[in-house]
């Protein structure tokens, strides 16, 4: 469907090669298992199929699994399918074109309202989601003033929003250290030459969310016991934090 975006095709109609524009078969059409019993090439004109999309299905597929085994059947299991999965594909828009597709958000805030829990407060949520993107775009306006450049573009702060819809605002600065370090880890293992020129950064906050969502309760905990126990102070205002009291229950027992 990105591609199709991308290239300004119709999402509707059957799925073609992008070389020959032979209509596809159902056989053809079997996520990561056509690729592979293809090898990665055209039934009919022999061309090459992108290795993006057999990167795309099998991770997917992987991150969908995961989830299955975390969640089972509930209307978490569908509100962190939809998150990921388009999280992916605008991972893959950015990596192809550096756009963040404004269609995409807005489905994800949408399946956030509509998945919804009974605890969940949502005025609240939306309001909290502000909270990084407002800083995000402090820093850039500063960067921008001393260093004459951008260093993030607005559609990756507009994500951080919708992001933030979905983790509380404690997780959400877990985030955005996490993409911040992949992104780094990326560009030192990037030849030389490509570092200067700008990367595609929603693939490393779709990893840290992936991360955040399974370790980041646990992360969170072990900093602030550890700047708890930094600071010897018992009575410490973190440790009033619902995280660390109930981690503190479970230890006591
Ligand atoms: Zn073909």
């Not at 989830?67 to 990921?84: A, D, I, M, N, S």
């Not at 009974?118 to 309001?127: G, K, T």
């Not at 950064?201 to 708890?228: D, E, N």
């Not at 126990?229 to 009575?235: E, G, M, P």
């Amino acid at each position: 469907m990105i591609d199709r975006r991308l290239a300004s095709e119709s999402p509707l109609g059957r799925s073609h090669c992008d070389s020959c524009g032979q209509q596809l078969k159902v056989g053809d059409l079997i996520p990561v298992l056509s690729f592979l019993l293809l090898r990665g090439r055209c039934r009919y004109c022999s061309q090459k199929i992108s290795g993006r999309l057999f990167v795309c299905e099998t991770v997917n597929g992987l991150t969908w699994t995961l989830l299955w085994l975390r969640y089972g059947p509930c209307v978490l299991l569908w509100r962190y399918l939809t998150l990921f999965t388009l999280l992916l594909a605008i991972s893959y828009s950015d990596s192809l074109s550096f756009t963040v597709p404004d269609s995409l958000l807005v489905i994800l805030i949408i399946a956030r309202i509509v998945l919804f829990q009974s605890s969940d407060r949502l005025p609240v949520i939306f309001l909290q989601a502000f909270y990084l993107p407002v800083f995000l775009l402090a820093f850039c306006f500063l960067f921008c003033l001393i260093r004459k450049k951008q260093p993030m573009g607005l559609g990756d702060i507009k994500l951080f929003y919708v992001l933030g819809c979905y983790f509380s605002w404690e997780k959400m600065i877990l985030l955005l250290f996490l993409s911040c370090l992949i992104g780094i880890i990326y560009c030192l293992l990037s030849p030389i030459k490509g570092r200067s020129r700008p990367f595609p950064f929603v693939p490393s906050i779709y990893l840290a969310a992936l991360l955040t969502l399974f370790f980041g309760q646990q992360i969170i905990a072990f900093y602030l016991f550890r700047f708890a126990k930094l600071l010897q102070a018992r009575h410490f205002l973190f440790l009033k934090h619902p995280v660390l009291s109930a981690l503190q229950t479970v230890k006591g027992k």
